[in-house]
């Protein structure tokens, strides 16, 4: 299953945005929580995504490095990225789709980077990231969409 991730008031907090790139331990914690068990494929959708070159590639930005080694101690890893060239957010994801169809998820905190809300799309609140109970929504969500 594709996880499309933003990372911003997802993996962090509203408050933790007074530092770019900051991540949340609580809340990376919780994403891989509600990760267990499912197989996933882990697309950046947000800014971050242009820091990301490949997995585990030297030349990826610094952030993308904290991130990825986070990830990789959850026994999680990043797969790539959406082309966001001329689109937006849900264009980029649906030119994803076509080329690479399969069930999915996107986990994002900001509603008005779609002209609509995608059914698939789990809404997470900014100012608290992915919290505890996030993570039984998400695998909720996960299980239906796996079928």
Not at 40 to 66: A, D, M
Request: net charge positive; hydrophobic share 35%.
């Amino acid at each position: 299953m594709f996880v499309f991730l933003d990372v911003d008031g997802v993996l962090n907090r509203e408050k933790d945005w007074k530092q770019p790139y900051t991540l949340c331990k609580e809340c990376v914690d919780n994403f891989a929580k509600a990760m267990e068990g499912f197989d996933v494929k882990l697309i950046l959708i947000s800014s971050w995504r242009k820091g990301f070159v490949s997995r585990e590639n030297p030349n990826n930005l610094p952030q993308i490095k904290v991130l990825e080694k986070m990830l990789s101690e959850r026994g999680l890893s990043i797969t790539g990225t959406v082309d966001r060239t001329n689109m937006s957010r849900w264009n980029a994801i649906q030119a994803f789709l076509k080329k690479h169809p399969g069930d999915y998820l996107i986990l994002d905190d900001d509603l008005s980077e779609y002209s609509s809300r995608p059914q698939r799309l789990y809404l997470i609140d900014c100012t608290t990231g992915i919290s505890k109970k996030d993570v039984a929504g998400i695998r909720k969500k996960m299980a239906k969409e796996e079928r």
